[in-house]
C-alpha cells in the first residue's frame, strides 16, 4: 500500500479532475519510476494492473472494475494512453500529463531566464571568472604555486618514486577486468515456467527490495525443474509475499473421479434375461 500521495490540486481543477481520478492518477505519473517497460508497435508502455491499483490505493477502490473505469476517464482527459497484450495492461504518459509537477515560477528545479541571467552576473564576478581586483589575488597565486611541490625550487627534488607508483597503478588499472552489466533476471526464465508468471515473479522480488540474482534463478530454475504445475509454486509465494519458492506447498489438483453415469453405450443389458415369444425379456 503506498502511504502517501501528493495532489497537485491547481492542475487537478484546471483539467476537470474529480478527487478519485485526482488521486489515481497522482499515483500513476509516479508509476514509470518503478512499473516494468514493455515495448510494443507503438513504442515503449508500462505495465499497470487493475489489481496492482487495488492493491496501492485501498482508499480509492477495492473494485478492479472501478479502477478501470477510473483509468479510461484519464485517457478521455487526455492524461494517459492505454493499451494492452494478451493478458497485461498498458498505460503511458501524454506530454500534457508531463505538466502534472512542472514549476513555472523560477525555482532551483525549473529557473526562469531572468534568474538564469542574474546567475550569469553573479558567477562574472566569482574566483572562477574573476575582475580586475581579482586578478591581483590571481597573480599572487601564482607566485605561491612557483613555489610548490608542483614545481619544487629544491633542484634536488624527484617525484621520480611517485612517478613509478602511479605508473604500476596504470597498469593495474588497465588489466583490470570491465565491470560486469546489470543482471536481467527476465532473461533467465525457467523452461517449463510461462512467460506471465515468471514477470510476475521478477516484479514481486523486485517490489520487496529483493531482487532476482543469476545464482538464485539458476537454484531455481532447477528446484522447478520436474514439477508439474511450477506456475502454482511461483504464484503461491507472490500471494503470500515471500521471497522464496516451496515446490511441496503448492497444491497439485487431484485428478477428476469417474462419473458413474458414463459407459452406457458398452454395457450389456441382456446379460442375465431371458427372451419372451413376444420379444421382451425376462429374468
Not at 491499483?53 to 477495492?62: A, N, R, Y
Amino acid at each position: 500500500m503506498q502511504f502517501t500521495i501528493t495532489i497537485n490540486q491547481v492542475k487537478a481543477l484546471e483539467w476537470g479532475l474529480n478527487s478519485q481520478q485526482a488521486l489515481l492518477f497522482s499515483f500513476v505519473y509516479e508509476c514509470p519510476s518503478w512499473a516494468r517497460p514493455i515495448k510494443t508497435d507503438n513504442g515503449i508502455f508500462f505495465a499497470l494492473s487493475k489489481a496492482k491499483i487495488v492493491e496501492e490505493l485501498p482508499l480509492l477502490t477495492d473494485k478492479p472494475d472501478t479502477a478501470y473505469r477510473l483509468l479510461k476517464g484519464l485517457e478521455t482527459a487526455g492524461l494517459i494512453e492505454l493499451s494492452h497484450t494478451s493478458n497485461i495492461s498498458l498505460f503511458r504518459l501524454t506530454e500534457k500529463a508531463k505538466e502534472w509537477n512542472r514549476k513555472l515560477d523560477g525555482s532551483e528545479k525549473y529557473p526562469t531566464s531572468e534568474v538564469f541571467e542574474g546567475r550569469k552576473n553573479l558567477r562574472s564576478t566569482s574566483e572562477k571568472s574573476p575582475s580586475k581586483v581579482g586578478k591581483i589575488s590571481e597573480q599572487g597565486r601564482k607566485k605561491i604555486r612557483g613555489g610548490s611541490e608542483k614545481f619544487p625550487t629544491n633542484q634536488g627534488t624527484s617525484n621520480q618514486g611517485t612517478n613509478q607508483v602511479t605508473s604500476n597503478q596504470e597498469k593495474q588499472g588497465a588489466g583490470a577486468p570491465c565491470k560486469s552489466s546489470k543482471f536481467d533476471p527476465l532473461t533467465a526464465k525457467p523452461e517449463n515456467v510461462s512467460v506471465e508468471v515468471w514477470g510476475d515473479w521478477c516484479q514481486h522480488r523486485k517490489e520487496i527490495h529483493k531482487p532476482l540474482t543469476a545464482k538464485s534463478c539458476e537454484q531455481q530454475a532447477k528446484a522447478l525443474a520436474n514439477h508439474s504445475t511450477p506456475d502454482s509454486v511461483l504464484t503461491l509465494s507472490i500471494s503470500n509475499g515471500w521471497t522464496g519458492i516451496f515446490p511441496d506447498k503448492a497444491v497439485i489438483p487431484a485428478p477428476l473421479p469417474t462419473s458413474r453415469h458414463s459407459g452406457f453405450e458398452t454395457r450389456d443389458y441382456k446379460a442375465g434375461t431371458k427372451e419372451n415369444a413376444n420379444g421382451t425379456f425376462r429374468l
